[in-house]
């Protein structure tokens, strides 16, 4: 990390009094010092809280800096709420670079002479521009002649130089909080920094993007809830993707959505059940579901289709955590809290040493106050973020698999009421979870497992008679193995209790023969002596 850009990020985060972050009762003499002596870096928006100050600094920062204040906007059990919401309203749109430069990124990626060879109507000025990447729109002129409307996503020049160099730093930052702030093991800054850095790496390879489209794409082919553009594979590469250009109404503009009849109760109980399905039916979850990668096709508003674009984060949920995640809702759906404490527990999220009891009642305490009011207004994401800030008290070990979940639900359930406030997340989510977990448990379920067990054993199945004799025929060997190994063992302990035998024989002669010599009897030392010697020369000898 160079010296320049250290001193422009202390400047940048100083110039916006972003050290009033710190209480003044953490800070030592010397710091206090140090930061009044710097009369050029003073606070230049006093006017401003310190919520707005954080998003405009990282906002001049750059686009890494802006892409980590979107993540920490998620971690609301970090924060308080008022820097939360701030961070929250770091948009997508930043300063795009040159298109002409973008043009000769996407002819060296593509192996082009001339942009013209396989696109043409290629727009250089964006049509979009976020943090990691820009999109600009063309036409693919296709094997079989037709032509067909796309985007194009290309990755920042030296970008990755730039997100390495900055990572390095916030990783330096990261340690000296935790070391240095009273509270920056809360905090927890090196694991945030460390979930960042996988994050921000992988938007970096478009090709991993392009093979979580791919396969959001079939989970929901043909379906009514969700439609994935297309990707070129073909044309795809690690800082190009080339896909589907699609036509919709951006899920935040409700004006438009309302305007043309779009069914909004439908859509966003449709939001939900597409959240569901893909965590518990797919175990793979579209995990940055924020509006800007969200649309609605413009194609029959009375039953209304999401369109989701931006497939460089998903998340994954092995079988037990999905089973675990799901009863824990019902239970919560039914207010079972001894239930959910257990879950947690059998689950390993926390040690299993935890009393059920005292962690059934911090759950209580909680939750019971939530339920108090209507469903309808109830925040599911609220309430699946404090049970995980009640268990961590408890030594809950962090799970990456659940962040990405609740920032989801949290997009989720947020979307689901902007388009609908009347929506009910309880009353939608609960039959699905429970039919879910009866054909998880049920017979329906032993039934599906042996189905999905049965080419391995159809395989296995010749190969028995084999093992079996193999088996049978090794038993008897193991078995006298087994007995020799025993019978040597048991010598071993009987002769290592004769020389402790004689060990404990020749220490109490030799003591005895010193008390003896101390004393001024030679003549009864001596024979003692010679035993001590006589037990411990036995001693090392068998």
Same mark, same amino acid.
């Given at each position: 990390?160079?010296?320049?850009?250290?001193?422009?990020?202390q400047?940048?985060?100083?110039?916006?009094?972003?050290?009033?972050?710190?209480?003044a009762?953490?800070?030592?003499?010397?710091?206090?010092?140090?930061?009044?002596?710097m009369?050029?870096?003073?606070?230049?928006?006093?006017?401003?809280?310190?919520?707005?100050?954080?998003?405009?600094?990282?906002?001049?920062?750059?686009?890494?800096?802006?892409?980590?204040?979107?993540?920490?906007?998620?971690?609301?059990?970090?924060?308080?709420?008022?820097?939360?919401?701030?961070?929250?309203?770091?948009?997508?749109?930043?300063?795009p670079?040159?298109?002409?430069? @973008?043009?000769?990124? +996407?002819?060296? #990626?593509?192996g /082009?002479? %001339?942009?013209?060879? =396989?696109?043409?109507?290629?727009? &250089?000025?964006?049509?979009?521009?976020?943090?990691?990447?820009?999109?600009?729109?063309?036409?693919?002129?296709?094997?079989?002649?037709?032509?067909?409307?796309?985007?194009?996503?290309?990755?920042?020049?030296?970008?990755?130089?730039q997100?390495?160099?900055?990572?390095?730093?916030? @990783?330096?930052?990261? +340690?000296?909080? #935790?070391?240095? /702030?009273? %509270?920056?093991?809360? =905090?927890?800054?090196?694991?945030? &920094?460390a979930?960042?850095?996988?994050?921000?790496?992988?938007?970096l390879?478009?090709?991993?993007?392009?093979?979580?489209?791919?396969?959001?794409?079939?989970?929901?082919?043909?379906?009514?809830?969700?439609?994935?553009?297309?990707?070129?594979?073909d044309?795809?590469?690690?800082?190009?993707?080339?896909?589907?250009?699609?036509?919709?109404?951006?899920?935040?503009?409700?004006?438009?959505?309302?305007?043309q009849?779009?069914?909004?109760?439908?859509?966003?109980?449709?939001?939900?059940?597409?959240?569901?399905?893909?965590?518990?039916?797919?175990?793979?979850?579209?995990?940055?579901?924020?509006?800007?990668?969200?649309?609605?096709?413009?194609?029959?508003?009375?039953?209304?289709?999401?369109?989701?674009?931006?497939?460089?984060?998903?998340?994954?949920?092995?079988?037990?955590?999905?089973?675990?995640?799901?009863?824990?809702?019902?239970?919560?759906?039914?207010?079972?809290?001894?239930?959910?404490?257990?879950?947690?527990?059998?689950?390993?999220?926390?040690?299993?040493?935890?009393?059920?009891?005292?962690?059934?009642?911090a759950?209580?305490?909680?939750?019971?106050?939530?339920?108090?009011?209507?469903l309808?207004?109830i925040?599911?994401?609220?309430?699946?973020?404090?049970?995980?800030?009640?268990?961590?008290?408890?030594?809950?070990?962090v799970?990456p698999?659940?962040v990405?979940?609740q920032?989801t639900?949290?997009?989720?359930?947020?979307?689901?009421?902007?388009?609908?406030?009347?929506?009910?997340?309880?009353?939608?989510a609960?039959?699905?979870?429970?039919?879910?977990?009866?054909?998880?448990?049920?017979?329906?379920?032993?039934?599906?497992?042996?189905?999905?067990?049965?080419?391995?054993?159809?395989?296995?199945?010749?190969?028995?008679?084999?093992?079996?004799?193999?088996?049978?025929?090794?038993?008897?060997?193991?078995?006298q193995?087994?007995?020799?190994?025993?019978?040597?063992?048991?010598?071993?302990?009987?002769q290592?209790?004769?020389?402790?035998?004689?060990?404990?024989?020749?220490?109490?002669?030799?003591?005895?023969?010193?008390?003896?010599?101390?004393?001024?009897?030679?003549?009864l030392?001596?024979?003692l002596?010679?035993?001590?010697?006589?037990?411990?020369?036995?001693?090392?000898?068998?």
């Open positions: 990390m160079s010296l320049s850009r250290f001193y422009q990020i400047k940048t985060l100083l110039q916006y009094g972003l050290d009033e972050l710190v209480p009762q953490w800070q030592p003499w010397w710091a206090k010092a140090a930061r009044h002596s009369f050029w870096l003073q606070n230049q928006h006093p006017d401003k809280t310190v919520g707005v100050r954080l998003r405009l600094a990282l906002q001049s920062l750059g686009p890494v800096w802006v892409k980590f204040g979107q993540m920490l906007s998620t971690r609301r059990d970090l924060f308080p709420p008022e820097l939360a919401d701030e961070l929250a309203k770091l948009q997508d749109k930043v300063e670079f040159d298109g002409t430069q @973008a043009q000769k990124l +996407i002819e060296k #990626a593509l /082009l002479t %001339d942009i013209s060879d =396989l696109f043409c109507d290629f727009a &250089v000025i964006p049509l979009a521009s976020a943090s990691i990447a820009q999109v600009h729109t063309a036409r693919l002129k296709q094997p079989d002649g037709t032509i067909a409307d796309v985007v194009i996503k290309v990755i920042r020049p030296d970008i990755e130089r997100i390495q160099a900055d990572l390095e730093l916030m @990783a330096d930052l990261a +340690i000296m909080a #935790a070391k240095f /702030l009273p %509270d920056g093991k809360r =905090l927890r800054p090196r694991e945030v &920094v979930e960042y850095r996988k994050t921000i790496l992988d938007e390879d478009l090709q991993r993007e392009a093979a979580n489209a791919i396969q959001l794409r079939r989970n929901f082919e043909n379906s009514e809830s969700l439609y994935i553009p297309f990707v070129y594979s044309h795809s590469r690690s800082n190009v993707m080339v896909m589907e250009r699609i036509y919709g109404i951006p899920v935040s503009d409700n004006a438009a959505l309302e305007a009849g779009t069914n909004m109760e439908l859509l966003a109980q449709r939001g939900v059940e597409v959240f569901f399905t893909q965590v518990f039916r797919d175990s793979f979850f579209h995990a940055d579901m924020h509006p800007g990668n969200i649309f609605v096709s413009y194609n029959t508003p009375h039953n209304p289709q999401f369109i989701g674009i931006d497939c460089g984060i998903v998340g994954t949920l092995n079988r037990e955590d999905k089973r675990y995640l799901a009863e824990n809702f019902v239970a919560f759906f039914n207010r079972d809290y001894r239930k959910v404490a257990q879950l947690h527990v059998d689950s390993g999220w926390v040690p299993f040493d935890t009393s059920i009891e005292e962690f059934e009642s759950i209580r305490t909680v939750c019971e106050p939530i339920f108090q009011k209507p309808a207004e925040s599911f994401g609220q309430v699946l973020m404090n049970l995980f800030n009640t268990a961590r008290r408890f030594n809950m070990q799970q698999q659940l990405l979940l920032k639900l949290l997009y989720i359930e947020g979307l689901g009421r902007q388009l609908y406030p009347q929506l009910d997340l309880w009353k939608t609960k039959p699905f979870l429970e039919d879910w977990v009866k054909q998880q448990m049920g017979p329906w379920a032993m039934l599906m497992q042996i189905k999905e067990n049965l080419p391995f054993w159809a395989e296995k199945l010749p190969e028995m008679p084999t093992l079996l004799h193999s088996y049978l025929q090794q038993q008897p060997k193991q078995q193995q087994l007995l020799q190994q025993l019978q040597v063992l048991q010598q071993r302990q009987v290592q209790g004769a020389d402790l035998k004689l060990a404990v024989l020749a220490g109490a002669a030799l003591l005895s023969a010193t008390v003896l010599l101390a004393t001024g009897w030679p003549l030392a001596a024979p002596a010679v035993c001590a010697l006589f037990f411990a020369a036995k001693a090392v000898l068998s």
